[in-house]
């Protein structure tokens, strides 16, 4: 299922979900007191019933749909039970030709030359439809998806390059609205280049968060749930290499993982000189993190390595670094593109902590002192550790022991995002200090709530709402 679903633009979540579904889908309202009918033409207009699947319990639906517009590379039907005006539509199909499908396709690729355009149109559907996905008014829903069993023959098949987009309660003809298309559409096209086996989740996803700022610009949605941390999950670890582990099933904080993928692949970009890495990425051979290492051995010029596994170390922590540092210059910052905020722990004495694969955690020195290698020893295989000293604008980097400085990043350097678990030293300060939230470098502490509050729906990937309807309580740290 989670192969077959592509993950959904995600704004900040509510502490408590209260969801009665185990799976989501994207969702857009319809315009109420817009009669879903064409302006009078004297032809009758093209009904077609598609298979849909219901997300709330995975059958597949029949539902009639309504041909509203068609564009150059597009055709848009709307569900019978859906208000929505021609002239709605025709704006719709006219966004997805101008902008949607160039600037998607002219980074990622056109699909339909990889021989998925198996109605053989040259043009995709998209399908507006109140997914039912079991949202009630409130809590996560999902904005939209794509469904790789329609590329294909079998009895729930629509045989059509298609995507699912939901209209209940996000507006259509809205720029979150066509920033969802560009998400799926690069699903789509993943999809298509490999074959029919996309990439990695959170490559995929990675790439589809790029998608949505290559339509619409900087999606600050994304970074301001980074800088909130509202589940405070991201402090104790959580971001995108794995997706459907701990923070997920126990925890229930996906939107943490879209919008550390954002950032990550914001980075690459940055450092690179422009979206072409996204192209190299995406269409790499490579269906793991090898794509990303490769591509960045070319488009970075910072990057000296020239082993995979330490490419990907490299990386990995120099974005963990960049977004406490914020350096003007260099890997350590996003070259006053985005302005990131972490949090640090502090303990009474040296602290134990179980870190997946990607996961990283900062950890505030005492002045006084340092961590030796005998500290760390028991430490797993891939674990590494940084000293980080200095002013924020010249971070200055420890990488081998004794580690010293005001903070200590521990984390997970291991590539394989199935990996185990392995135990990584945290590190201990002055009890003086609050925990967490101790400034460290200007403007590096965050709090653990916003001030301004959360909405009370947001989208959410129909692969990732599952997670949240048993989410409860949780450790301080695993």
Not at 277 to 297: C, E
Not at 336 to 353: K, Q
């Amino acid at each position: 299922m989670k192969n077959s679903f592509g993950g959904i633009r995600g704004i900040p979540a509510l502490p408590k979900l209260g969801l009665r579904t185990s799976l989501a889908a994207a969702v857009f309202v319809f315009l109420s007191g817009c009669p879903m009918t064409p302006q009078s033409t004297g032809e009758l207009p093209e009904i077609r019933i598609f298979k849909v699947q219901r997300i709330d319990n995975n059958v597949y639906e029949s539902v009639t749909a309504l041909k509203l517009a068609e564009g150059t590379r597009c055709i848009v039907f709307v569900a019978e039970d859906g208000q929505m005006s021609q002239a709605t539509a025709r704006s719709i199909a006219a966004e997805y030709d101008a902008r949607v499908y160039p600037r998607i396709t002219g980074v990622f690729g056109d699909y339909t030359a990889k021989g998925y355009d198996v109605d053989n149109n040259g043009k995709i559907i998209l399908l507006l439809v109140d997914i039912k996905d079991g949202y009630t008014g409130e809590g996560g829903y999902v904005a939209g998806y794509f469904d790789r069993n329609h590329l294909h023959d079998g009895p729930s098949s629509n045989r059509a390059d298609m995507l699912f987009i939901d209209i209940n309660p996000q507006v259509p003809d809205s720029p979150g609205f066509y920033a969802n298309i560009a998400h799926e559409l690069q699903h789509l096209i993943n999809y298509a280049v490999h074959d029919g086996e996309s990439q990695e989740l959170w490559l995929n996803e990675g790439l589809s968060s790029a998608a949505e700022y290559l339509y619409g610009g900087p999606q600050q949605d994304r970074i301001k749930y980074f800088k909130q941390d509202p589940l405070g999950t991201i402090v104790r670890g959580n971001n995108f290499f794995v997706w459907d582990g701990y923070w997920e099933k126990d925890e229930g904080d996906s939107l943490a993982n879209y919008a550390t993928a954002y950032l990550f692949f914001q980075w690459l970009r940055i450092h690179a000189g422009g979206p072409g890495i996204y192209s190299a990425i995406g269409n790499s051979s490579m269906r793991d993190y090898q794509a990303v290492t490769q591509a960045a051995k070319s488009w970075i010029p910072d990057i000296t390595e020239t082993d995979d596994s330490e490419i990907w170390n490299r990386l990995l922590s120099s974005w963990m670094i960049a977004n406490l540092a914020n350096a003007p210059e260099g890997l350590y910052g996003y070259k006053g593109e985005i302005s990131t905020t972490v949090r640090s722990f502090t303990y009474e004495n040296i602290h134990p902590v179980q870190f997946f694969p990607g996961e990283g955690i900062y950890s505030l020195f005492n002045n006084n002192k340092t961590l030796s290698e005998s500290d760390i020893m028991g430490s797993g295989p891939h674990i590494r550790y940084v000293g980080i000293g200095g002013a924020a604008e010249n971070p200055k980097i420890i990488e081998i022991a004794p580690y010293t400085g005001k903070v200590l990043l521990t984390y997970n350097a291991n590539p394989v995002c199935v990996g185990d678990s392995e135990t990584g030293i945290l590190m201990t300060y002055s009890p003086a200090l609050s925990s967490p939230g101790s400034t460290v470098f200007p403007g590096a502490s965050r709090s653990a709530l916003p001030s301004g509050g959360l909405p009370l729906s947001y989208p959410i990937g129909a692969g990732d709402l599952r997670f949240r309807a048993s989410a409860g309580g949780a450790e301080p740290l695993r």
